[in-house]
């Protein structure tokens, strides 16, 4: 079975400051990790995902990932934050042969000026 | 290359209707999943389709049905209609199992 856990139902941050969403998975296989991303009153956006290869994953926006296996861990960071960045952020993990990906209770992301 | 469409947008049921949502994929995807997200439960998987065959379901009533047609467009339809049930109903295709591609979605409102 899969799971996912964020960290913190809401992280504020201000312009230009440090982005860093937390992501724990638990997984009996090698798994599959996403960040989506959603805008108000909008479907889901991928960011990025790691599927095998190099543990640091660069994604859209300027937001990157690090898959860490022994920490069971997929935080999300971007160095310098932006009022556009402002909207939920989902984790999620699959483990590469079901279509069913398990998301993560999403963290919403609050920029103040 | 058009994305994922989904239609209504919005719709408003009265409790014990039935309604039908629509999904169109971007060509070429054969997969389409739909999830239901609530402010309380989250995103919670309904079901997924390929090539017109229910592959995967989520642990949902059987109120909550949906089919695939052969040009890989999808519907969902709940019957029967709880206020529970008022939520945003979002649809992915993919063309790989761990990647998918997520329409705006439909907000239903049961009233």
């Known amino acids: 079975a899969q799971s996912v856990t964020q960290l913190g139902s809401h992280v504020s941050v201000s312009e230009g400051a440090l982005v860093l969403l937390r992501c724990n998975y638990s997984?009996?296989?090698?798994?599959?990790l996403f960040w989506y991303v959603q805008y108000p009153n909008q479907g889901l956006q991928l960011l990025l995902k790691?599927?095998?290869?190099?543990?640091l994953v660069k994604g859209i926006n300027g937001f990157e990932a690090e898959f860490k296996k022994s920490e069971t861990s997929f935080h999300l960071t971007k160095p310098s934050a932006h009022m556009s960045d402002a909207a939920e952020y989902f984790c999620?993990?699959?483990?590469?042969?079901?279509?069913?990906?398990?998301f993560g209770s999403g963290t919403r992301l609050s920029i103040r000026p | 290359k058009a994305g994922v469409t989904q239609t209504p947008r919005y719709l408003i049921k009265t409790r014990g209707q039935q309604v039908t949502l629509s999904c169109s994929p971007i060509?070429?995807?054969?997969?389409v999943s739909w999830y239901q997200q609530t402010p309380g439960q989250g995103l919670q998987f309904l079901f997924e389709?390929?090539?017109?065959?229910?592959?995967n379901k989520g642990n949902f009533p059987g109120r909550f049905s949906g089919r695939q047609f052969s040009n890989s467009r999808s519907e969902m339809n709940v019957s029967t209609l709880e206020l529970g049930d008022s939520a945003l109903y979002l649809c992915?295709?993919?063309?790989?199992?761990?990647?998918?591609?997520f329409g705006p979605g439909t907000r239903l409102t049961v009233t």
């Open positions: 790691y599927t095998t290869g190099a543990t």
């Open positions: 060509s070429g995807h054969r997969s």
């Open positions: 997984s009996s296989v090698p798994p599959y």
């Open positions: 999620a993990v699959s483990d590469g042969s079901a279509s069913k990906i398990i």
């Open positions: 992915a295709s993919s063309t790989e199992a761990y990647e998918q591609y």
């Open positions: 389709y390929f090539s017109e065959t229910q592959r």
